[in-house]
């Protein structure tokens, strides 16, 4: 039977908070009413996680596990929960806590007004670094005026998509994700609700610098130009300068003034206009391993055994 609503948690070495997680989503869920289905993807965790989730499976009916094979990243993994999903409304939380799943009836009642992406916004952080919290709000910020699409300012992954949604997210098979991006991206009618992002039940974040830094990139370069447009103000900017320089050079040298003689001068320029078109080069190089990780087309994920109800292609390549 279809249910109402399908929650998705990526779950990646959370074995000390899935519990008390699972405890207040069940709570939740039970006061709400209506019927559920929560999938809980392991993304290669390496603890006791999924024990604990195959212990969830044997005892509540509603819940089902998508089992990767190593670890290949939240955003895949939540991926994987949004192809499998059933719900008339699919949730994406965090299995840490740090999303409070007594957030979720609010996103439902939104919804139940006919919207169609009900997104939680961060109003607050509890707990995190200032480091985290300064690079998360430069970093929302930059994505917000470089790329196309307007993707809502301090909104991570907690969010509610209609069954509509899914349906295309599902068709967006592209390897470096950006979830929601994409999910501004298809359009609709979407709302923010403000809730109070917690901190971390327990354990450390899974996401530390590199992985964020490797995301932001995800985000530009999979919604935007601007870094390759870069190259060519940066080329406009520099030729001009030398269309001014020459003439300003040549006079200078028919007055027999000394200025811009040696080698200091050559070096400078040299040196300044190979690290721009290096850094150029790296940006190009960016783009282009993207489009070599699409041509490939391996799948997004591997699922190690196929779950009862998934149906489809375990490996996460719709045809
Ligand atoms: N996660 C995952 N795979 C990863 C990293 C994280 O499935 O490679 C899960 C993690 O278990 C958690 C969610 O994604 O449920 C968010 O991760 P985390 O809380 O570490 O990120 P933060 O909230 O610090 O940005
Ligand atoms: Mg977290």
Redesign the pocket.
Known sequence: MKPTFTVV??????AESITEFHRRLRGMSRKAGDTWEFIY?N?GSTDASPDLLRQFAQSDPCVRVIDFVR?F??QI?VTAGLDSARGRAVIII???L?DPPEVIPELIARWREGNEVVFAVRAEREGETWIKELTAKVFYRLIFRITDIKIPLDTGDFRLLDEKVVAVMRQMRERHRFLRGMASWVGFRQVGVPYRRHA?YAGK???PFS?MMRLALNAITSFSYFPLQLATYVGFVCATIAAISIPVVIVLRLTGSGAFFGQATTLISVLFLGGVQLICLGILGEYVGRIYDEVKGRPLYIVREEPRSMGKAAAGKKG
């Open positions: 948690i990526p779950v990646f070495n959370e993807i993304d670890n990243g939240h993994a965090d299995a840490d740090q971390r974040t899974k996401y992985k």
